[in-house]
């Protein structure tokens, strides 16, 4: 812990074992070999962090990222898209969850994701030389990702209301179900070419006449008065002007950050099939000469307010400078390990050190603001 912080250029093993006098061989089996519990941790790092940033209207936040690798030993590693690198590439790949409140936000959960080939009978030599254990199956980023979502909402040591994430994770419908049915509030960036219904799809079960033979249709099917759905960037243009609301989501670096946001009352489109009543939420740049136009899916009541909503479904940019800050400062991706325990267990100890120093500059601030107000 200490060498991960430490202001060194590269934070794996050896130079850690050297800056803080440790044996390297034993540093190593510490990492890689030793059953320390690091899910007891992650249990014991999200109580620290609901009580340093815990609120009611806490957000969770699911996204991935890559960690480049050169050889093919390292658990789950192999040509996949990686977000971070911007292409397809040998990586290695880590699902994660944040949590974001008006008093800062943090890394609390994480998931290394194995690719599908890593479960073939041709793999299982791989599989044993990077000590994957056999009961570790294969699961997408979005069953990892709900994995951790129901472990946090069950050890109930992080409140939160709202669940949040990129389009990746967003368009997965049952991920969206998953929160409502948890009685959560989602709101998800989705891809512009989602579709939903603006009007009330009227699918109706097909009424057959009483003597036809056979089984009665029982699910619900398009009718002549269906409308058809349609993309959500088509519905942008026939927002009024008046609709539009300028929002300021927070200071950056060069000023507020603000936006223009509308939306509107839709229905989902789940697996081609109506889904419940939503919000489609639109956000488009003030930036002369930048269209860039993002799309959210919100299951949120009709009483909530446009404000709160745009700031819970853009505080998915808040994981990505969790992303930059563990890498930055707590050697998230400096790691030189190929073991699946390996990894987890670096991975924790990165995420433990962020949140130290998220604690310590948030006690700074407390501080230098009695000094300033005495």
């Given amino acids: 812990m200490i060498g991960l912080l430490l202001p060194i250029e590269r934070k794996n093993v050896e ?15 510490f990492l890689s070999d030793s059953p320390w519990d690091d899910e007891g941790c992650i249990e014991e790092h999200q109580r620290f962090v609901g009580e340093l ?87 997408t980023k979005i069953e ?15 409140l939160f ?42 699918w109706e079960v097909p009424v057959v006449p009483e003597k ?58 789940w697996n081609g099939k109506p889904g419940p009543a939503a919000w489609l939420m639109i956000r488009r740049s003030l930036v002369t000469g930048e269209k860039e136009i993002k799309f959210y899916l919100s299951n949120a009541p009709e009483t909530i307010s446009l404000d709160e909503m745009a700031w819970a479904g853009c505080q998915r940019w808040s994981i990505e400078v969790d992303f930059k800050l563990a890498k930055g400062e707590a050697g998230l991706d400096h790691y030189e390990l190929t073991k699946y325990r390996g990894w987890y267990h670096h991975i924790t100890l990165s995420m433990l050190a962020l949140a130290f120093l998220k604690a310590v500059q948030r006690q700074w601030k407390k501080k230098e603001c009695i000094g300033y107000c005495a």
């Fill in 15 to 29: 130079n850690i074992a050297e800056e803080v006098g440790a044996p390297p061989r034993k540093l190593q089996e």
């Fill in 53 to 139: 940033l815990g609120a009611p209207n806490g957000v969770v936040i699911f996204d991935d990222t890559g960690f480049p690798k050169k050889g093919d030993k390292s658990a789950g590693v192999g040509r996949q898209y990686s977000g971070t690198m911007g292409k397809t590439d040998n990586c290695q790949v880590g699902a994660f969850m944040s949590y974001a409140s008006a008093h800062g936000h943090t890394l609390v959960d994480r998931r290394l994701y194995i690719m599908s080939q890593w479960f073939e009978d041709a793999a299982e030599g791989r599989k044993k030389r990077a000590a994957i254990p056999s009961d570790v199956k294969f699961k």
């Fill in 144 to 158: 990892l990702a709900m994995e951790m979502l129901d472990k946090a909402h069950k050890s109930g040591n992080l």
């Fill in 161 to 202: 209301q709202w669940v949040s994430g990129d389009g990746a994770y967003g368009d997965a419908h049952e991920f969206r179900k998953f929160v409502k049915d948890m009685g959560k509030w989602y709101c998800f960036e989705v891809h512009c070419d989602t579709h939903v219904w603006t009007d009330d799809p009227a």
């Fill in 212 to 269: 036809r033979r056979g089984r009665r249709p029982k699910l619900p099917k398009p009718t002549e008065k269906s409308p058809i759905a349609v993309m959500a960037s088509s519905l942008v243009a026939s927002i009024p002007g008046s609709q539009w609301q300028r929002i300021c989501l927070r200071e950056g670096d060069k000023g507020p950050r603000e936006f223009d946001f509308a939306r509107l009352r839709v229905i989902e489109k």
